[in-house]
């Protein structure tokens, strides 16, 4: 993990196209500022562990349902003369 010092109105660069400023800084609290490319998506840790567990139940439930249909047309002879 890198670590670093800023103060406020400070930036980080992440690659070219990511920038990561101080806004503000209360106590224990700090306020940060983000610019990236509108296909990055930049989430809160506890909002992005939500949507990993949301698209993995969401996974599931679709391979279920698969398997279901599957399942189904393979119970069904359908008789073609």
Known sequence: ???LFRGINETVMVGD???VKVLAVDGM???LGFKA???IA????EIYK?????RLDHEKCNRNFQKNIDSLFQQK?????
């Open 1 to 3: 993990m890198l670590m």
């Open 17 to 19: 196209d990511i920038e």
């Open 29 to 31: 609290q700090v306020l």
């Open 37 to 39: 490319p509108r296909k």
């Open 42 to 45: 930049v989430y809160r840790e």
């Open 50 to 54: 939500r949507i990993q567990e949301w």
């Open 77 to 81: 002879e359908i008789a073609c003369d």
